[in-house]
């Protein structure tokens, strides 16, 4: 079974930006894992940010955005907000299973 | 606007059946390549995806469960739902259900199952 990876935690200054990247064991991560990335705060549903690489939907913020980056999916947040501190998570798709990452613990501080 | 809910029990005991119910509302769970599926987090801990019905496809689970889940789909209720079987404490945690179709995914809100005698 694949094994997704993503940074354990990441640190953002309010205004900042950081990405977020998610990598898969199987190779490189292409539009055919058809990437999502959902954000997650305490106490809350998962919410998918982005989906198939860099769709987003209708809630998401224009400071988020989703790409592929040196063989890995990629989330950028730009301008980060005291209110985008978060675990996100990635998720691909192989053939009809879903695999997700462990998560990135994002702090804006 | 698609949205999800799921319903079950809070409590189950060791050995016994978890069975959840997730209502779908503002979209039908018969449109062509929708996807519906269920996802748990223990507490503390990621998210552990369980098992995925794949309109006029077939039902993928994760390997690791597949001999104790399965997915059903009531279509003129518009709803689906997991049956997990053999409860063990390793299953206590929040279960979501999610969906949709064309690429979006939608998450449920929840519902928290404790297995404990």
């Known amino acids: 079974q694949a094994v997704v990876t993503q940074e354990p935690s990441l640190t953002v200054s309010p205004g900042g930006t950081v990405t977020l990247t998610c990598g898969s064991s199987?190779?490189?991560?292409?539009?055919?894992?058809?990437p999502y990335w959902l954000q997650q705060k305490p106490g809350q549903a998962p919410r998918t940010l982005i989906f198939d690489t860099s769709i987003k939907h209708s809630w998401t913020p224009g400071r988020f955005s989703g790409s592929l980056l040196g063989g890995r999916a990629a989330l950028t947040l730009s301008g980060a907000q005291p209110e985008d501190e978060a675990d996100y998570y990635c998720l691909l798709y192989y053939s009809g299973t879903w695999v997700f990452g462990a998560g990135t613990k994002v702090t804006v501080l | 606007q698609l949205r999800l809910q799921e319903s079950g029990p809070g409590l189950v005991k060791p050995s016994e059946t978890l069975s959840l119910t997730c209502i779908v509302s503002g979209g039908s769970i018969s449109t062509t390549a929708s996807y519906w599926a269920w996802t748990r987090q223990a507490p503390g801990k990621g998210l552990e995806w369980i098992g995925t019905?794949?309109?006029?496809?077939?039902?993928y689970y994760e390997a690791s469960l597949n001999s104790r889940v399965a997915i059903s789909v009531d279509t003129s209720q518009n709803r689906f739902s997991l049956n997990l079987y053999s409860l063990t404490a390793a299953d206590t945690a929040t279960y979501y259900c999610?969906?949709?179709?064309?690429?979006?995914?939608?998450w449920g809100q929840g519902a928290q199952v404790t297995v404990s005698s």
């Open positions: 019905f794949r309109y006029n496809d077939k039902t």
């Open positions: 999610s969906g949709g179709a064309g690429g979006g995914l939608v």
């Open positions: 199987t190779g490189a991560v292409t539009s055919g894992l058809f």
